[in-house]
C-alpha cells in the first residue's frame, strides 16, 4: 500500500510542475551537482536544474519587502545513503523556488540564498530516522560564490531540512550540509 500511494504523490507532484516546466517564459539558467553529507550518517548526491523567468505566483511588490532577491525555480532529483549499511537509501525528487540576494558585487559576487519547497520520498525510514509519509517539506539556505566571471560558475555551501511538518507522527525529519556546483546553461 505505501508504495501506491508514493505512487500516487509522484503523479500528483509531476501533474502540479508540468504547467511550470512548460512555461514558454521559462528558460535554463544552470544545472548543479550537490554531494551532501548529515551527522546521522548519511550521504548524498543532488542533480538540480534551476531556471527563472517561471510563473509568477506572487506580486513583484512582496519582494521588495525583503530586499527584492532574484527567484528562480528549482527542480532537484536526490539520493541519500546510510553510510553504515548502503543498501539503506532514500530517494527524493524536490521542487522549490529560491530566493537570492547579491551580498556583494563586481566579477565574483557572493550571494545568500533560501527556498522552502516541496519533495517526494520513495521511503519513509533510513538508518533510525522514521519520516512517516512520504511528502516532505525542503527548507534551505547557504551562501553561493561565483568564483568564474567568464562562466559565471559558482559553487555554494549550504544547510538543508527535510520534514512534514508534524502532519504525522514521528516527524524525525532529514538534515543535511551540502557543497555544491553550479554551471549556467
Known amino acids: ?11 500528483a507532484l509531476g501533474t502540479l510542475l508540468l504547467p511550470t516546466l512548460l512555461s514558454p517564459t521559462a528558460h535554463a539558467d544552470e544545472f548543479h551537482l550537490t554531494a551532501s553529507y548529515s551527522t546521522d550518517h548519511l550521504t548524498g548526491i543532488r542533480l538540480g536544474y534551476r531556471w527563472t523567468d517561471g510563473p509568477k505566483i506572487l506580486p513583484e511588490a512582496w519582494f521588495a519587502w525583503v530586499g527584492s532577491p532574484r527567484v528562480h525555480w528549482e527542480l532537484g ?5 546510510n553510510s553504515r ?3 539503506d537509501r532514500i530517494n527524493a525528487v524536490t521542487f522549490s523556488p529560491v530566493l537570492q540576494w547579491a551580498l556583494t558585487h563586481g566579477e565574483r559576487p557572493l550571494f545568500l540564498e533560501a527556498g522552502i519547497g516541496v519533495s517526494v520520498l520513495d521511503e519513509q525510514r533510513i538508518s533510525d530516522r522514521n519520516l ?3 511528502f516532505q517539506f525542503e527548507d534551505r539556505i547557504g551562501i553561493s560564490w561565483q568564483y568564474d566571471p567568464v562562466s559565471d560558475a559558482r559553487i555554494s555551501f ?7 511538518a508534524d502532519l504525522d507522527r514521528p516527524n524525525d525529519g532529514l538534515d543535511f550540509w551540502s557543497l555544491t556546483w553550479h554551471k549556467p546553461l
Open 1 to 11: 500500500m505505501t508504495t501506491l500511494s508514493n505512487k500516487l504523490l509522484g503523479v
Open 77 to 81: 532529483l536526490n539520493t541519500w545513503v
Open 85 to 87: 549499511n548502503s543498501d
Open 132 to 134: 512517516s509519509i512520504s
Open 158 to 164: 549550504g544547510y538543508a531540512h527535510y520534514s512534514q
